[in-house]
């Protein structure tokens, strides 16, 4: 799959905005991941099996949103507010799913995109 940040300036301000992309041919339930500096990789945002809600870690919600477009088999990640702790790499993941409170993946990741929040 293919990822991209799609518009905002990146390094991006706080306060600031940027919006990601992730392209695959299995994209229904692709979810995004992110690894700050020194953390191990953690979920974001996945795709809760039993409602088909979207599921949000606390550190993104009301931030984030995760949307979807059929017609191009693309993920978006709309990130608003943006932090300095939200600098890290963003993955998305393919065949990922919720489970209990965290993400999980057992498909392919993403090549990652870079993103710096400064405050």
């Known amino acids: 799959q293919e990822q991209r940040v799609e518009s905002g300036e990146n390094p991006a301000q706080a306060g600031g905005s940027l919006r990601l992309s992730c392209t695959a041919s299995?994209?229904?339930?692709i979810g995004w991941f992110r690894q700050a500096p020194g953390s191990q990789r953690e979920g974001i945002s996945c795709?809760?099996?039993?409602?088909?809600?979207?599921y949000y870690t606390d550190s993104v919600k009301g931030r984030f949103t995760s949307i979807r477009d059929n017609g191009k088999k693309t993920i978006y990640l709309e990130m608003n507010d943006l932090r300095p702790e939200d600098t890290g790499t963003y993955f998305c993941?393919?065949?990922?799913?919720?489970?209990?409170?965290?993400?999980?993946?057992?498909?392919?990741w993403g090549q990652g995109t870079q993103v710096t929040v400064s405050s």
């Open positions: 299995d994209y229904y339930a």
């Open positions: 795709l809760d099996l039993t409602s088909g809600y979207t």
């Open positions: 993941a393919t065949d990922s799913w919720r489970a209990g409170d965290e993400c999980r993946m057992s498909g392919d």
